[in-house]
Structure formats: structure tokens, C-alpha cells
């Protein structure tokens, strides 16, 4: 049997129709995408093309609609997905769910006569979800982006879900993306404390230390201006140097040699605020547009706990090194067999993954042959 149970017009239109019908229901929704009530409805229903209202004309049972009225025979009943709910449904095949997995190892490798006598499905639940966070960190495609514009404020509130980031950039009118780096040229202190005349650390009625509400360096480097720090000039300075002019250039050369290329960027700079939990950035990032993209572990939302099939089967041998190294009575010689399997598994998932196609690198390597002049 096919693992396909869409029909095209769910899938693609996120719709299902029900036509020559006289009763009440219930009309079953059969898509992957299950109906949802909470927080707001994902889905829609129509008779003849107007969208009828829940508990007034139709009531919901998991995925399936009962109509107050029945309709006639020429009428035509529709069960339309709103958009976002289409849209998560795309590519779905692609991935596997956490529960489907944890079934298929019971199933598969736990019984008499199989590799796992027995086994708890708590305990396979548990290494399952350990595993999958450990794949989100550099193995499977968990990177989240999101695309924020940085207020005046110039901070940004680290994501819900957030474990670290991969790049942060801002972008401009063409909607290119510019790196934004990390600095150490400055920092976030945790403990901005109030001090006394004589350097003295402040403290309140309960004998803490009092805290200032914003760090001092913070206020410093948020009207720090740039051009301080990179070296770059105005155009003022330009029309003044008389750029165009050969004793300009003269007088210029050599002048700027020693310059830090991690500083002589005009691309701007962050930094992590673990005190207000936010990310921070330099003052000339103010109101521009940025795209955030950050690694989450795979288990915050239900939408997040679905693996790549083309690393269901090193989780499956993950799960099993897991269990077994977990427990008293294995050989270590057992352990360090499917060790190795874990390891050469998660190395063939990897590279699976990494997604590199032939065609697109020989084209970058196309570059290397440019003639370079002098």
C-alpha cells in the first residue's frame, strides 16, 4: 500500500469536497493536516462557495463537520485549510514524526528474539526526544529564521524556542543580506551594581546588592558612533582629502595599513544581552531591516518534533546505543558495536543532508580559472 494518502486536491489546494449529498454528516476531513479549533480555526467550511459559521450552521469532532441543516443534492460542501495550514502541509513527505519513530522501534527492534528483549516505551520516548536534540544541533535542517526590523531601542528579544544563533544579517533595498557580526569590542554586564562614594557595592534591606536598570556601558555603545571604530571615512571628508586628486592619493598611500579586519566592516556589530535576555546591536543598525536565523532543539513546538527521513535511520540506531549502553548486564563489546553503527549512521545522515549537488559546485569552482591582472 501506497504511504500516500492525500489526494492532490488536499494537498495542493488544502481542500475536500463533498457533493450529492442529502444528510447532516458527518463530512470527514482525510488530509494529513488535522483540523484545529485552538488557539484560532485552521479551516474553513463553505456550502456553494459561502463560508458558513462554527456552531451556528456546522459543529467540529476532531476531523470531522456535522451540519446543522442538511443540504440538498445539487449542494456542494468544501473543507478549505486557510493558507498557513496549506503551506506547513508542503513538503511533508519529506519528514517522518517523533511518534511514527518511537512506533517503528518498538515494533522493528523490541521483543523476543530481537536485539531489545524489552524495553519501557517511556524510555524509548525519552532517548528518541535526547536524540533528536542532539541531530537539531548540527545535523538535521532545525535552522528558524525570523525577520525583524531593529527598533530605536536597538535591542531585539532573543526567540522563545532559541538555543543559539547561525548568522544574524540586516538587508537592503535589493533585498541582499549583510553579515552583522559579533563584537568583543564591547560587553553586556550581568551585574550593573550601585555603588556608594567609596566604590562600595549597595545593598537593600534583604542584604542584596542593588542593580543599576541599564548598564552604563550599554547606554555608552548604543551612541557610540562607528566611524570611531572602523576607520571609515564621511564624504565630507572625502570632498575635503579632494579624493580625485593625484596628490590626494600621494599623500594617502600607506596611511591605512594596519587597519583590524574584524573591525573594518561598516556592516555593524551584535551582542548577546544574557542580563535582559535580548540580542543587542550598534547604534547605525537603528530601523533596519534584519534576518535572524538561530537553532532550536526540535522539541519546543509539536510542528518541530518530525525528523528527515534520510536521518530516521541514524536516530533508530541511536535509540539503540542509548538503550543498551544505559544498562548494567551488556557486554562493552556490544555497547562499542552499535556505538560505531550510531556513529557511521549519523556521518552517511549528515552527508545525505548537507544536500551538495555536483552541478552547483562545479560552478563556484568555475572561478577558480579567472585571470587575475596586476
Avoid: C
Avoid at 480555526?41 to 456552531?55: S, W
Avoid at 511518534?99 to 528483549?117: C, E, S, W
Avoid at 551584535?270 to 533596519?288: A, D, M, P
Amino acid at each position: 500500500m501506497g504511504l500516500i494518502n492525500e489526494t492532490n486536491a488536499q494537498y495542493y489546494a488544502g481542500q475536500q469536497a463533498f457533493t450529492n449529498s442529502v444528510s447532516t454528516g458527518p463530512y470527514d476531513w482525510t488530509g494529513d493536516t488535522n483540523l484545529t479549533l485552538s488557539p484560532n480555526p485552521n479551516f474553513k467550511v463553505l456550502k456553494n462557495n459561502v463560508e458558513l459559521t462554527l456552531t451556528t450552521d456546522y459543529t467540529v469532532s476532531g476531523n470531522s463537520i456535522t451540519l446543522v441543516v442538511a443540504p440538498v443534492l445539487t449542494d456542494v460542501i468544501v473543507i478549505q485549510l486557510l493558507e498557513q495550514s496549506i503551506w506547513d502541509n508542503y513538503g511533508s513527505y519529506a519528514y517522518v514524526s517523533l511518534t511514527d519513530i518511537v512506533n517503528n522501534f518498538m515494533v522493528a527492534y523490541v521483543g523476543l528474539d530481537k536485539i531489545i528483549p524489552r524495553a519501557k516505551r517511556s524510555d524509548v520516548i525519552f532517548h528518541a526526544k535526547r536524540g533528536l536534540q542532539e541531530f537539531s544541533y548540527d545535523t538535521l535542517k532545525s535552522v528558524k529564521s525570523q525577520e525583524l526590523t531593529i527598533p530605536p531601542s536597538l535591542s531585539l528579544a532573543i526567540p522563545q524556542d532559541y538555543v543559539n544563533y547561525v548568522q544574524l544579517s540586516w538587508v537592503d533595498s535589493s533585498g541582499v543580506k549583510h553579515i552583522i557580526y559579533p563584537t568583543t569590542l564591547t560587553s553586556n554586564p550581568t551585574q550593573p551594581l550601585l555603588q556608594n562614594v567609596d566604590g562600595i557595592p549597595e545593598q537593600d534591606v534583604n542584604g542584596e546588592n542593588l542593580e543599576s536598570q541599564q548598564a552604563i556601558t550599554d547606554e555608552r555603545w548604543k551612541t557610540n558612533n562607528n566611524l570611531n571604530v572602523t576607520g571609515q571615512l564621511t564624504t565630507e571628508q572625502f570632498e575635503y582629502a579632494n579624493v580625485y586628486d593625484w596628490s590626494w592619493w600621494k599623500m594617502a598611500y600607506g596611511e591605512r595599513y594596519g587597519l583590524e579586519p574584524q573591525v573594518s566592516q561598516k556592516n555593524g556589530w551584535f551582542t548577546i544581552n544574557e542580563r535582559e535576555g535580548k540580542f543587542s546591536f550598534s547604534s547605525s543598525l537603528v530601523n533596519q531591516l534584519i534576518i535572524l536565523e538561530y537553532i532550536s532543539d526540535g522539541l519546543a513546538y509539536d510542528s518541530d518534533t518530525k525528523v528527515p527521513k534520510m536521518a530516521e535511520d541514524a536516530l533508530y540506531a541511536h535509540i539503540m546505543h542509548a538503550i543498551v549502553a544505559s544498562r548494567a548486564n551488556f557486554p562493552e563489546y556490544i555497547v562499542q558495536r552499535y556505538k560505531r553503527e550510531r556513529s557511521a549512521k549519523l556521518r552517511n545522515a549528515k552527508i545525505r543532508l548537507s544536500n551538495i549537488k555536483l552541478e552547483e559546485f562545479t560552478q563556484v569552482m568555475r572561478g577558480k580559472s579567472k585571470w587575475i591582472k596586476h
